[in-house]
DNA sequence: AAAAAACTTGACCCAAAAGTCAGGTTTTAG
DNA sequence: CTAAAACCTGACTTTTGGGTCAAGTTTTTT
């Protein structure tokens, strides 16, 4: 079993990663992301064959935490619970994929061109069945009266932001790195806007 | 005065900023800027010195839009209103921008890379001063105790989202076009979340 | 130890796309 | 009407960057 073929696999596709986060698809040369990493370009050729197939593999590697995500609505049945899950859960994949989850962002941005069908369709079931939960809370008095697509578009936009977005976060936090604490003060004030705004502001006594 | 200089300019920064949105900066081509308004390459050429040049113009004629966006926070002074009225410009800023509000998000994603100093010191002002007057609320009690930054980031995240990830919109929505009706719901599920997430929801008795 | 397998890389090739320009046509000003 | 100014573009050069490969070195297997 080859133990550097994984290492530098990984060290690869790490690198990659954030040369495509930051520069996009077209944007990325395979020599930055080779000289990133102290590597001649024709042995990141060896690893890899081809841009296109760099770049698949670091999309593929968002798609499972972002399917992950939608767990809390499967696991509670009350929105109160679900919803704060869901928003920690979102912040927390914001603080700790930044650069796949930019580069996720820059493929929907443009159209989602090189996303593959099944993980569309994957998606898209995802969220009707999110959806589809909200519609029943809302029925059964549970929560106001709320588009549940257009509350999950919120949703994703407003925890998604913290990282796809984070150069403008940082530049009105006035920091060099979103702290600790501002992921808390994030989750807390979202928590606390769209519970309460949604009708479901304090936990009901079961 | 040349006619021909104005109509031309603008029909090619039109296809450019389209371009630029579904492609980015470096996945767009000059040759597919100038075919889409059945010019030859070298028209492009006559008219903007280089492909950067290009790009700004098309940066630039965003940023009216987005810094006219605050005004509610100047002209108002309770939040119910200046929320109410900040939404719905930003909403409508979605529904008639969407290219240049993706040029744009691009740009802040890649972490504005070609964005100039003193844009970014005006929006920082803006900023700035839409947040002093959101804590001022806060502390004058009209809303609940709200982080007003983080509060912020969430309203533009909701709002540009419907420009800048149209593509999820429409998919979730299963429409091939992003309607009035669409646009309608989407303003009205903010408002009623955030007006009421925020301690504000019906407008008080002046 | 030696053969096989896995790994490495400098030098190269080539297609694509940015950018140029000379010599033309059309428009405008007087 | 004519001269200048503005406009147009096919054909070209240049640069960039994805991808290849042959000739190595290192590691593993037997």
Redesign the pocket.
Known sequence: ?????DK?RTAILNAACEEFANHGF???????IASKIN?????????F??????YRHVLDSFIQPLLMATAPFDQYDHPAEALTDYIKLKIEISKNHPNASKVFANEILHGAPHLPADIIEKLTQQTSRASEKLQQWVDRGLMDDINPLHLLFSLWASTQTYADFNWQIKLHLKTDCISEQDYTDATETLIKVILKGCGVATQVAK
């Open positions: 079993m080859s133990r550097i073929r530098k077209a944007g990325t040369k395979i020599v930055d590597l001649p370009k024709a042995n990141i050729y060896y690893y064959e081809s841009k296109q197939v760099l």
